[in-house]
């Protein structure tokens, strides 16, 4: 099936860097969400924007709804360890019976 | 407290058998899923289901079957025919109709000996 373009696949920082990752799309979407999985976990929703233009915060987390609806990026401001894990952003729609495409994960490890 | 659970943790498959991985909610959502994740990799669709007693196969269906008999519950069964099962299996729920996401389980990582 279809997977969100998303960059980059993996970034190495050091602790009180920020960093930024995006996703892109060819489909317009409703919704954007961005999750965090931490080692042998599920992953968990982090930021959810609904509106094409929407930025959003959660904490040192900043995520923006692309005017175009077919991208959204997140920012992480002055990481630090436990920061690290795979995030997946993700796209919703009402078509294809409202369900999630996935990105492909950026995997953030964060030196002490 | 509302949630899903995913059960076992960890479980391990001698070659040829069929095991079944558990997912049970509370949280009251019409639509579950199964996603197989591999080491390093995203998420691949397994099966879903949006209402009681349907389902449909998502992308990679081969060698796993599921049932959905009530809402609260969608087991998955990975079948000898899965040449590779070996992977971290996860369960997801969303609300049929809303565009808030899914909600994930825990995961069950299955390795075959």
New interface residues.
Partial sequence: GQQLNQSPQSMFIQEGEDVSMNCTSSSIFNTWLWYKQDPGEGPVLLIALYKAGELTSNGRLTAQFGITRKDSFLNISASIPSDVGIYFCAGQGWNAGNMLTFGGGTRLMVKP | DGG?T?SPKYLFRKEGQNVTLSCEQNLNHD?MYWYRQDP????R?IY?S?IVNDFQK??IAEGYSVSREKKESFPLTVTSAQKNPTA?Y?C?T?L????????????T?LTVV
């Fill in positions: 899903i995913q639509a390093g990799q995203g998420l669709l879903y949006q998502g992308d971290f996860l997801a969303g049929d109709g809303k565009l808030y996401g899914y909600t994930f389980g825990s995961g990582r």
